[in-house]
T-cell receptor
């Protein structure tokens, strides 16, 4: 699986936007970009995914660079409940393949 | 829907004992995944099933680990004999194999401590 690179940790103030970056320079044409997050003492949960176009859902937005070598997860207004580890994962578009997790970015939200 | 249900939430056992972890996937989901999480190694895939059939078990660390899925609504992960290095949080996840890129839904995990 293609590798992703994320900062180890980031910090944000409550109610401000957060931009979580992810680099994936070896992405292939059939790789989707997935984001999951893991809240303390819970299993990972799906956030969003995309291929080429930017995507929005109730949780977040995903901005994908034109060359697809990087992407950014955007939380529009961080809350204390958004404090978690955020994982950027490339998933091959070839059936229901598993997720391969890296180390992710630990997001801290300050009140 | 109750989500993916794992039991027990916590398990403490002595080295050498058999441990069985259980998972009930979301009804209608036909793919099931077992992961293990430790501080040192992060989240690792152990094995996954499609339609109750094991597809890839290359992540199972040793022969002491085995997993079964006798039907669409139940899976077990067994460790026999257990060792202290097996201490970790074990997660089960399920998804609907409908097209591609169906999200995985994770349970809250079983925290295993082997003394």
């Amino acid at each position: 699986d293609a590798k992703t690179t994320q900062p180890n940790s980031m910090e944000s103030n409550e109610e401000e936007p957060v931009h979580l970056p992810c680099n994936h320079s070896t992405i292939s044409g059939t790789d989707y970009i997935h984001w999951y997050r893991q809240l303390p003492s819970q299993g990972p949960e799906y956030v969003i995914h995309g291929l080429t176009s930017n995507v929005n859902n109730r949780m977040a937005s995903l901005a994908i660079a034109e060359d697809r070598k990087s992407s950014t997860l955007i939380l529009h207004r961080a809350t204390l409940r958004d404090a978690a580890v955020y994982y950027c994962i490339l998933r091959r578009n070839s059936g229901n393949t598993p997720l391969v997790f890296g180390k992710g970015t630990r997001l801290s939200v300050i009140a | 829907d109750a989500g993916v249900i794992q039991s027990p939430r916590h398990e403490v056992t002595e080295m050498g004992q058999e441990v069985t972890l259980r998972c009930k996937p979301i009804s209608g989901h036909n793919s099931l995944f077992w992961y293990r999480q430790t501080m040192m190694r992060g989240l690792e895939l152990l094995i996954y099933f499609n339609n109750n059939v094991p597809i890839d078990d290359s992540g199972m660390p040793e022969d002491r680990f085995s997993a079964k899925m006798p039907n669409a609504s139940f899976s077990t992960l067994k460790i026999q004999p257990s060792e202290p290095r097996d201490s970790a949080v074990y997660f089960c996840a399920s998804s609907l194999q409908q097209g591609y890129n169906s999200p995985l839904h994770f349970g809250n995990g079983t925290r295993l401590t082997v003394t």
